[in-house]
């Protein structure tokens, strides 16, 4: 019933579907590779904030630019970006002019890290969230549009967590946040949620369900992987960022066992400051091989399943698997 109107020449060359990175920080690409292999995680802002705070809206669009250029050269289609330094629009209009599709966000939190990237207080947070999704809303033919991304990881209030979801819920797209990275992010969420496992503390916020994307949760406990699964919310694993700074995903993470119990776990490259590189093939190749090498175990996670976490999967947690 189709024609095609070209033919392409794929000899020598792999066809395959377009991968989908679903966590990825456009805006801190120009600071690959600069955070010396000495460094522990915590020294990260170091690096991080003298970068994010220089940083003029011309870097910006460059940092933009060489994150899509790399995705696409990678064989990404989609993204998931965590938040632009300056607006969402600007990425956006990068992605498009490259030719990905994506969801991109704005940095958002109201209990900042350092004060100098404070963007408000808990009500200015949600009018900036509300704002980009209006500015920047999803559509059936719309190849980039804004989702509800906030910090997390004790970064947040929960009156945030809870009015950021609430604008998700309002335009329909998805809301994504940073969990169980390290052992002073989960730490910080068990005193905000009186001594609960941070899924758990979620689940009584009443934020977990098929429209949350959690990132990283590494250190994901073995009673909230059930909470995970039957909540249908959705993780994303960056096992490269793991590696690169000694986080452990391989040693205690869980990510097997989310997989077995029916949770949709898709691939991240995170950051250039942190994986080094935007490739969900590596991605894929790591999630399908550090879980046996380090359990002793054949297989954990399956090429076939690696895979699926590489495409499907990410499109599910972007609720675009519809169209896609």
Known sequence: ???????????????????????VHMSQHLGRGTIPDTWPEEREHDQ???YWTSMDEEDARCSAMLSCLEMVRNGTTLFCDSGARFSGEQNADIANQVGLRGMVGE?????????????????????????????????PETRVWAGVGISGMGACSDRLIVAAKQVAGRHGVAMEMHQSFGDGDVARFRQQGSGREAVE????????????????????????????????THVVHCPAASTRVAMSASRVGRFPEMVDAGVNVALGSDSGNYSDYFDVGRQAYLAATLHREARGEMP???????????????THALGVDDRL
């Not at 024609?3 to 966590?23: L, N, Y």
């Not at 954990?300 to 990410?314: D, F, K, P, V, Y």
């Open 48 to 50: 991080w904030l003298p």
């Open 107 to 139: 940095v958002c939190w109201d209990r900042p890290p350092h004060e100098a990237v404070g963007v408000g207080d808990t009500d200015a947070c949600v009018r900036r969230l509300e704002r980009l999704v209006q500015a920047l809303p999803p559509g």
């Open 300 to 314: 954990t996670i399956t090429a076939e399943a690696a895979l699926e976490m590489a495409t499907l999967n990410g």
């Open 201 to 232: 503390h979620l689940g009584k916020l009443g934020v977990l369900g098929p429209d949350l994307i959690l990132i990283h949760m590494i250190r994901t406990q073995a009673v909230e992987v059930p909470l995970l699964a039957a909540s249908g």
């Open 1 to 23: 019933a189709y024609a095609a109107e070209r033919v392409i020449d794929a000899r020598g060359g792999v066809v395959q579907p377009g991968f989908v990175d679903c966590h």
